[in-house]
């Protein structure tokens, strides 16, 4: 069973920066594709930023410039860097990984943004 761990979510002053990783139990880790979505409060799931096995990045339009997907083979996680933070980026950010068909989720890791 594929396991996904979020972390790195807190409490960050509007235009700070925050990087969350998400740790995944998965053997084949490097060929998988995976990737973030957000949900802020009393709003329904939004994607937020994929990355390809190969290193290909996705991101939708409204984080261009400010979200950096990443991954680490050898330590089987997956970065999402968050810039210049605003309001509208408090949300619980969930991390997926896609496998056989099947997409697999992690539990959430929450940013909230002061400002």
């Known amino acids: 069973q594929v396991q996904l761990v979020e972390s790195g979510g807190g409490l960050v002053q509007a235009g700070g920066s925050v990087r969350l990783a998400c740790v995944v139990s998965e053997r084949a880790f490097s060929i998988r594709d995976m990737g973030w979505y957000r949900q802020a409060p009393g709003k329904g799931r939004e994607f937020v930023a994929a990355i390809r096995s190969g290193g290909d990045t996705l991101y939708e339009d409204s984080v261009k410039g400010r979200f950096t997907i990443s991954r680490d083979n050898a330590k089987n996680t997956m970065y999402l860097q968050i810039d210049n933070l605003q309001a509208e980026d408090t949300a619980t950010y969930y991390c997926?990984?896609?496998?056989?068909?099947?997409?697999?989720w992690g539990k959430g890791t929450l940013v909230t943004v002061l400002s």
């Open positions: 997926f990984l896609e496998r056989g068909g099947r997409d697999f």
